[in-house]
């Protein structure tokens, strides 16, 4: 139903309710326009923290009170963080906006490319050229920036 060269993002969300475990009601949202996904995915994320797409925990995350729980960690967002640096480095990802929309798609916020950004820079695998920024919200209207891979980025990896 979606025409194939039109851009459009789908998210969803799972609700289970509390008190029969066994009922799960089903949420899918979709948009043409960065700006509506990111605010759903905003919701999502302060709904589940480890996922963004339950109200239960569907990833097999480390729920508070266990041995391993780190509040800080998510099944997804490692696996979308490994994503996004294997899409930098194989030359898919070349800009911050082309960045933040793979990472709207992958069902993240678009602060978590910035945190990967961030992280590359930091160790020196990559280069920003352009007008440098570290805006991670309302990227409709973020400036563009050039992300290059650094000569010896590739055998660091």
């Known amino acids: 139903?979606?025409?194939?060269?039109?851009?459009?993002?789908?998210h969803h969300f799972t609700i289970q309710k509390a008190t029969n475990r066994g009922n799960y009601y089903g949420l899918i949202f979709g948009t043409n326009h960065t700006f509506g996904m990111e605010k759903f995915l905003k919701?999502?994320?302060n709904l589940d923290r480890f996922s963004g797409e339950s109200n239960c925990n569907i990833d097999d995350d480390y729920e508070n009170g266990t041995l391993f729980y780190n509040q800080a960690s998510s099944n997804k967002k490692a696996q979308v963080r490994e994503e996004i640096v294997e899409a930098i480095f194989a030359g898919q990802i070349g800009d911050n906006i082309s960045g933040f929309k793979y990472t709207l798609k992958k069902g993240c916020e678009p602060s978590l490319f910035t945190d990967v950004i961030k992280e590359?820079?930091?160790?020196?695998?990559?280069r920003r050229d352009g007008d440098l920024n570290y805006k991670s919200t309302a990227i409709h209207k973020a400036k563009t920036y050039k992300i290059?891979?650094?000569s010896d980025a590739h055998n660091q990896n």
Request: a neutral charge.
């Open 1 to 10: 139903m979606i025409p194939e060269n039109k851009e459009y993002y789908v």
């Open 43 to 45: 919701v999502c994320w």
């Open 148 to 150: 290059q891979v650094c």
């Open 120 to 126: 590359l820079e930091i160790k020196g695998k990559i």
